[in-house]
């Protein structure tokens, strides 16, 4: 190989010389860490101050809020099926679907159901929330993904049409919606379903899930969201009937637990330990000592519940942590002891 010219070996020794400094300023220098600061990945969406532009009344157990960002402009984009988290006054966090118009940049639109017995959360959005008052959200996230297909068959039971209602609005033609609800009053948002087959149960009796999806076109998209019979029906029917089509379910409680066993949880910092039945999940066994324990979708996908884990082997089952959380960590509303004992950081 030549020798480089006397020019050559002038131009790589000025190179080397401004790749050195580069790299004693940026990388391993003392002011590296503020001149080359890292990109976080994000994970949870965009967090934003938002303002209650309107609240309505949509049954006698549904409100809808209409939301703007705080500072005026375009919130983020989204697709349907999506999601927001809403941070309440009182703490509590909550995800509630977005059930607007995606092409409208400016207004997010939710909804929710008062459940008297649940944790809070609802009270507090009927009682509390009004026109004008301020709101922290997160989002919008989508863990009920809206894909292309020849054609659709929706099934939304109850407030379940939330996540339905923009899908339906996005299909067009090509889509079929079966609306079930205990009666017509308790159904939110029927003036904007004009073509929809509305089916209440004081007029039609109990819903025959299979009936429905046994008329969806081969290979139709199939999308269920309600309550836990109505999506336990469509995944015991759906690919008997229709083999070639998809289905995609979203659930609004906690799924039960089927194939879970009894373990203790000892509490590392409060002290005792806390007995988990083979039917619960350590969320509901936490919450009997410790009933702040903070929740939310009690799916494994938000992080809420995240709690450290001292010792003990886990049974992860959430759809969040990545592996190297799961080393120290786990989602106490889906995921278990693999062994007879958890010990918990709370």
């Known amino acids: 190989m030549a020798e480089p010219t006397d020019a050559a070996s002038v131009s790589l020794r000025m190179l080397g010389a401004i790749m050195d400094a ?28 938002v303002r209650i532009e309107s609240v309505e009344r949509q049954t006698d157990d549904v409100v809808s809020l209409t939301l703007r960002a705080a500072r005026g402009g375009p919130l983020p984009t989204w697709r349907p099926g999506a999601h927001v988290d809403v941070f309440l006054p009182s703490g509590r966090q909550r995800q509630y679907s977005l059930c607007g118009d995606p092409s409208d940049r400016f207004r997010y639109r939710i909804a929710v159901r008062l459940i008297p017995d649940g944790g809070g959360g609802s009270r507090e959005v009927h009682e509390r ?53 205990r ?47 109505m999506l336990a029906a469509a995944q015991r029917c759906m690919f008997e009937l229709n083999p070639s089509g998809s289905l995609h379910t979203e659930r609004f409680s906690a799924p039960p637990v089927t194939d879970g066993r009894p373990f203790d949880i000892a509490l590392a910092r409060t002290g005792g330990t806390v ?36 010792a003990g082997s886990v049974d992860h089952r959430d759809r969040l942590l990545t592996r190297s959380e799961q080393a120290d960590h786990m989602l106490a509303c889906v995921s278990r002891a693999a062994g007879d004992e958890l010990v918990l950081d709370l």
């Open 183 to 229: 009666t017509r009053d308790s159904m939110p948002f029927l003036p904007e379903l004009p073509g929809a087959d509305i089916r209440p149960d004081d007029e039609f009796g109990i819903p025959d899930i299979a009936e429905f999806i046994a008329r969806a076109e081969p290979g139709a998209a199939v999308y269920v969201c309600g309550p836990p019979p």
């Open 275 to 310: 007995r988990v039945a083979a039917d619960e999940t350590a969320l509901t066994a936490l919450r009997r000592r410790l009933p702040d324990t903070a929740y939310s979708c009690q799916q494994g996908f938000c992080g809420t519940c995240k709690v450290g884990v001292v």
């Open 129 to 181: 929330l009004r026109t004008g008052a301020g709101l922290r959200i997160r989002g919008p996230r989508n863990a009920f993904t809206f894909v292309d297909a020849p054609s659709y068959l929706f099934l939304a039971g109850g407030i379940g049409i939330t996540p339905i209602l923009p899908m339906v609005k996005a299909a067009g033609s090509r889509g079929r919606l079966v609306y079930v609800g």
């Open 22 to 49: 580069y790299k004693s300023v940026f990388v391993t220098g003392g002011a590296a860490p503020l001149l080359s600061r890292p990109k976080p990945v994000r994970r949870t969406g965009f967090e934003l101050d």
